[in-house]
């Protein structure tokens, strides 16, 4: 009898920024996930330079890699910015480690990240989970952020309206199912198993579609000291919930809540100006206030 055969499940992957690479290592964690590090910036500044001079931190969304933001650090390298990125744990080119995958312990990755390059505050802007991460940074590390842009956050995973294309428990249920396919003993004849996604994969992936569905459980009030120049934004076509956004802006209170129109939930893709824009927009704002 023909055993039933999951399809196979391959993650989304981007083209790398063509701005100036200045550094790629692998920054070692407490629990030894490896962060794949890259600081990109003016090729006429030295990697010194970018980090001493406020440098900004770009954070992707689940599943994704640093690649996410390419077109945003292009613009943001063309404005003189240093930018700092890396694939989030389990997620590009960087490790599991063997703690439980949480949204605290991403943006804790963040901050080791900005230890081991000695960098002591950082302007942010974070997309989906990135954009999360980004909040619980500025929440919990206010001291090393300058500045914020969080798109496409949520605080609760009710926040999130699930795309039909996306079908995310489906999507983590053929992870699973694909993991647990690959790791049988013994597979079918026809199938060369180095042609395809490996187990260890799509069960890292189906470890990450869970966590979206999982959490994050963020109290809107715990966001109220946020004090550094912060932008909630979004696409008109998002994913998350209008009361969710709102509740994001209204709780940080000096929250600018900004609204891409024509886009959905990709913003660095689709609208890779926008984000730039914010993200310059910030750093103005957070050198007024340092002035003032």
Wanted: glycine letters at 10%.
């Amino acid at each position: 009898m023909m055993p039933h055969i999951p399809a196979p499940y391959r993650t989304t992957t981007y083209p790398l920024p063509a701005s100036p690479l200045h550094y790629a290592q692998r920054i070692s964690t407490p629990d030894g996930a490896g962060l794949a590090t890259f600081v990109y910036g003016p090729k006429e500044l030295s990697l010194a330079e970018l980090l001493a001079d406020a440098p900004v931190l770009a954070l992707h969304g689940n599943g994704g890699s640093h690649a996410t933001f390419a077109a945003v650090i292009e613009r943001l390298c063309a404005a003189g910015k240093g930018v700092i990125a890396f694939d989030g744990r389990a997620q590009g080119q960087s490790g599991r480690g063997t703690l439980p995958l949480t949204y605290e312990l991403f943006a804790e990755d963040a901050v080791c990240v900005l230890d081991a390059l000695g960098v002591s505050a950082a302007h942010v802007v974070g997309h989906s989970d990135g954009g999360i991460e980004a909040l619980l940074l500025a929440r919990d590390h206010a001291d090393r952020i300058l500045s914020i842009v969080a798109g496409g956050a949520n605080l609760t995973p009710e926040g999130v309206v699930d795309d039909p294309a996306w079908d995310t428990p489906g999507s983590a249920m053929a992870n699973h199912a694909w993991a647990e396919f690959m790791g049988a003993p013994k597979l079918l004849d026809e199938i060369d198993a180095s042609l395809l996604p490996s187990a260890e994969r799509a069960a890292l992936d189906g470890e990450l579609l869970q966590l979206m569905l999982d959490e994050p459980h963020i109290e809107a009030s715990s966001l109220a000291g946020i004090t550094c120049p912060t932008c909630v934004l979004v696409g008109e076509h998002d994913c998350i919930t209008k009361e969710e956004t709102h509740a994001i802006a209204d709780a940080i209170g000096t929250a600018r809540l900004v609204v891409v129109p024509g886009v959905g939930h990709s913003l660095p893709r689709l609208a890779p100006d926008s984000v730039a824009l914010q993200v310059l927009t910030n750093i103005v704002l957070a050198q007024r206030h340092e002035l003032s």
